[in-house]
């Protein structure tokens, strides 16, 4: 698995000749080291650390905060499930279930073969449409386990 030295220095470099300071560089390093190494593997949180000047624990910090860093390898597909209010009253939970059923799964897992990684969100700002999931962060609203299935069927 490549590391951003090996693979980025370059960019690791733009972007910290951009940015006001080192800290301010946290989150597009780490966009960096997903981009390149798949995932953030505890070694890229270290390179990112050594960039920025951060300690190893505060980049942890950062990137778990945000739920679109991967802090574990995900399969082909990434499906995050919408949780909050909206998709919560229009029939999230039964969603929700029938995904863990469908894939055989539970959240935060991937299955066996690599294909799907299954992970719930907070408002993904497409309340209008609850309830709402995203693949690989394309959108799909007006979800019902029919539609569902189809979506899942469609996937190669
Ligand atoms: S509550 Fe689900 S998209 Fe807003």
């Not at 800290?23 to 997903?34: F, M, N, Q």
């Not at 059923?101 to 449409?129: A, M, S, W, Y």
Request: hydrophobic fraction near 35%; glycine fraction near 8%; charged fraction near 20%.
């Amino acid at each position: 698995m490549p590391t951003i030295a090996e693979a980025a220095v370059e960019e690791a470099r733009a972007i910290l000749h951009r940015l006001p300071n080192r800290h301010s560089s946290s989150i597009p390093l780490l966009y960096l080291a997903w981009k390149t190494c798949g995932w953030l593997t505890p070694a890229a949180l270290d390179e990112v650390a050594a960039l920025t000047g951060l300690s190893p624990a505060t980049v942890e910090g950062i990137a778990s905060f945000y739920t679109m860093f991967p802090l574990h390898p995900r399969g082909k597909y990434h499906i995050e499930i919408c949780d909050n209010i909206s998709c919560y009253i229009n029939g999230a939970p039964d969603l929700k279930n029938h995904l863990r059923n469908k894939l055989g799964i539970e959240f935060g897992q991937t299955t066996p073969d690599g294909r799907f990684t299954l992970d719930h969100v907070e408002c993904l700002g497409n309340c209008c449409e609850a309830p709402c999931m995203q693949i690989n962060g394309k959108e799909y609203g007006g979800l019902t386990v029919r539609k569902i299935d189809e979506i899942l069927d469609s996937l190669d």
